[in-house]
């Protein structure tokens, strides 16, 4: 049966043989209608580089969750604000005055790895770049060096002032720590405060930067002096065991990350900051 537009007529009783017939007859009539061409394949997109988390505001409880995202051209770059939850109420004393029950303890993560240290132009802002693998928490730092110092005078033929008489043996030391450097303007006389911790040789250095000058001839080669400059940075490198009382979270970040989860890492981030400076 083909489709009849005028059917069933105004107030017909429907019978259901002829009604079939009308909507098979309809579905004779879609299915003749040809099929178009195929359309052009899309251009390719931008490829992305990777994603950046470019902040994460913990908002009030209650407060609906944030997510922004922007794109530099290379990387896909997101801010989140996530509510902190509402503060947990105390636990019911057991039997015989016994606390409630410890809740689950978060995930660990196995160690802080510093992927790689960059050396930036002077008066750039230092940079930190943080991710999780998924075991470790991995950074990346860019540090600014200092602005070049004018070069002294050459020295009288380049000799060394005379040695002083042999000082009695002092205790033994750990290492040499240097707490701080400080520069001072030309003309000052340069300073140097030392302490002993009764381990430690403590150093605060305070050096005057030189003038602006010409360029000075080279004299000859002096004699050596009493520390070698291999003494001397042995000794320099052994400030990098200020970090070791630094312990590691141990912890899994979960996707996405908790709350609390990124306080944590926020914290041992700022005990890491604080163990390194000088």
Do not use: H
Request: no cysteine.
């Amino acid at each position: 049966m083909s489709f009849d537009p005028t059917y069933p007529p105004t107030n017909a009783e429907i019978e259901s043989a002829p009604l079939r017939g009308q909507f098979n007859g309809l579905k004779a009539l879609i299915d003749a209608v040809p099929a178009g061409p195929p359309g052009q394949n899309g251009s390719d997109g931008t490829s992305v580089s990777g994603a950046v988390i470019d902040g994460t505001t913990t908002l009030n409880p209650g407060d609906a969750a944030q997510a922004s995202v922007s794109w530099d051209g290379a990387n896909v770059r997101f801010t989140f604000g996530i509510p902190r939850g509402n503060d947990g109420a105390n636990g019911s004393n057991g039997t015989n005055g016994s606390d409630g029950s410890q809740g689950p303890a978060g995930p660990p993560f196995s160690t802080a790895v510093v992927d790689s240290v960059t050396t930036l132009n002077p008066g750039d802002s230092a940079t930190v770049g943080v991710s999780f693998d998924g075991t470790n928490v991995r950074f990346t730092f860019g540090i600014p060096r200092g602005n070049d110092g004018s070069q002294g005078q050459p020295g009288n033929n380049g000799s060394d002032g005379g040695q002083g008489p042999q000082g009695a043996q002092g205790p033994p030391f750990a290492q040499a720590v240097v707490d701080g450097v400080t520069t001072l303007d030309p003309g000052q006389q340069a300073t140097v405060q030392t302490s002993f911790d009764g381990s430690n040789v403590r150093f605060q250095f305070g050096i005057p930067r030189g003038q602006n000058g010409n360029d000075g001839g080279s004299g000859p080669q002096g004699q050596p002096g009493e520390v070698t400059f291999m003494q001397l940075n042995s000794a320099v490198n052994g400030t990098s065991n200020n970090s070791n009382a630094v312990n590691t979270l141990v912890m899994t970040v979960s996707d996405p990350p908790t709350v609390g989860e990124v306080q944590a890492i926020a914290s041992k981030l700022d005990e890491l900051i604080l163990a390194l400076r000088r």
